[in-house]
């Protein structure tokens, strides 16, 4: 598995905030994919990012929160749409695992890039920034029931 480092820009996202376990249905999805729909952002101009904001190895399982967003246009109103919240990504550097499984292993993903990867790379963990899911299809069309999933997670240079 090649692991790269890649800047990524800031991102403005709308997005649609979840509590509960990552192993529930995930019915927030639904919910910001009919209304980005609705307004016209779908790939490949816009992009849709997970962000899980917790670590379930931490945090009780229906306390982790997690946010299913898609990127917006510079220049979209945003105060036509109170129903969705907005917030910025931040730019830096990311550590870029291509992921191609069904989604219960994505957690697979995570635990090499923060047990095996990092460790051995020259970089460490920016724990200000959060790791970042694109999802690049639909498991429910895709034959095996696989995501495909960039996985970015974010890194800064080992100054020790």
Not at 3 to 21: D, N
Not at 51 to 69: F, G, M, Q, T, Y
Not at 110 to 123: A, K, T
Request: net charge negative.
């Amino acid at each position: 598995m090649e692991i790269i480092v890649k800047k990524l820009p800031e991102t403005e996202v709308a997005y649609i905030r979840r509590t509960g376990s990552y192993f529930e249905p995930q019915e927030h999805w639904g919910r910001l994919i009919g209304w980005a729909n609705t307004h016209g952002l779908y790939p490949p101009q816009e992009s849709f990012i997970g962000i899980s904001l917790d670590n379930p190895d931490l945090v009780e399982s229906k306390d982790c929160r997690h946010d299913a967003c898609v990127t917006i246009p510079e220049g979209f109103n945003k105060e036509e749409h109170q129903e969705i919240m907005f917030k910025k990504i931040d730019a830096g550097d990311y550590a870029l695992y291509p992921f191609y499984d069904t989604p219960d292993k994505l957690h697979i993903a995570y635990q090499y890039m923060f047990r095996e990867w990092l460790p051995n790379s020259g970089y460490e963990p920016d724990y200000d920034r959060h790791n970042l899911e694109f999802n690049l299809n639909n498991p429910a069309e895709d034959a095996g029931g696989r995501c495909r999933v960039d996985l970015y997670v974010p890194v800064r240079t080992n100054i020790s």
